[in-house]
């Protein structure tokens, strides 16, 4: 019992750390000028974050457990860690994009309508119909910052998923 409560508090030790982190690194990329939910996703910065938190959760937790780490139990850590992450930094997004002096949410629809604009042709090479082009340019006035908040969690699900996958079969050793 005393596993499974080590590895909760460990969980939410760094979840919350994490999602600290990352919505430090939002804050720092919008103020430097790059809205952060607009950004090539290999470039976001949820990837070294949730992978540097996740492996240092399961290090960890490794460490407390004598070595041992069952992929199960990285599994386990690494996805509530991950979770806790996206849930914490979508509700900053969520409270941060309805701060209307920030404009967080007013900037993200000016540069995601000039993208669409200016991608337009291109994105209809790439088999993208124009009436969905027309269509998302109409539906964009309309965002909220729950639905930028909702968008980032779902993003953040395959990230931490094929992260946790991965350092749980990297770092999983089993008694010998």
């Known amino acids: 019992m005393k596993i499974e409560s080590n590895l909760t508090q460990l969980a939410i030790k760094l979840g919350l750390l994490g999602a600290l982190m990352n919505s430090i690194a939002l804050l720092i990329l919008f103020y430097l000028g790059r809205h952060p939910l607009l950004l090539n996703p290999l ?4 990837w070294p974050l949730y992978g540097l938190f996740i492996f240092f959760a399961l290090q960890s937790y490794k460490e407390l457990n004598q070595g041992v780490l069952h992929f199960w139990q990285g599994l386990v850590l690494g996805g509530l860690v991950y979770l806790l992450m996206a849930q914490m930094v979508a509700a900053f997004i969520a409270v941060f994009g ?10 993200y629809i000016t540069i995601a309508t000039q993208q669409l604009i200016t991608n337009k042709q291109a994105l209809i090479e790439m088999h993208i119909s124009e009436q969905t082009i027309t269509d998302q340019l109409a539906k964009l006035p309309h965002t909220t910052a729950t639905n930028l908040a909702f968008d980032y969690f779902l ?17 999983r050793r089993k008694e010998k």
């Open 43 to 46: 470039l976001d910065a949820r």
């Open 155 to 171: 993003k953040s699900m395959p990230i931490g998923l094929i992260l946790t996958l991965l350092l749980s079969v990297i770092l």
């Open 98 to 107: 309805s701060i209307e002096s920030t404009h967080f949410l007013e900037d």
